[in-house]
């Protein structure tokens, strides 16, 4: 195990993850739900699963784009969604 790799994946999509329609969506359910274990497991189980594909799909385009064009076009996509989101388009 890559302890750094582990502590930068972790902090980065604990940090990403606070306050975003993810957690809002499972704290709604938390609200109406009897059963928070049943809410705690479905939401862990949804993001690990959501992890799972994003470590595996990284994996695949990675044989077929280089990585560096893969951080850029992702950083692109992710200026182009905030500029869409500031203003309403989104």
Avoid: R
């Amino acid at each position: 195990m890559e302890w750094k790799t582990f502590l930068t994946t972790f902090g980065l999509v604990f940090l990403a993850e606070l306050g975003d329609k993810t957690q809002l969506a499972t704290m709604l359910i938390a609200t109406q739900s009897k059963s928070l274990a049943s809410v705690f497991l479905g939401s862990a189980g949804a993001l690990v699963l959501s992890a799972f594909l994003g470590v595996l799909f990284g994996a695949v385009l990675t044989k077929y784009i280089s990585p560096h064009l893969l951080q850029g076009g992702a950083g692109v996509a992710f200026i182009l969604i905030g500029f869409l989101l500031i203003f309403g388009k989104f």
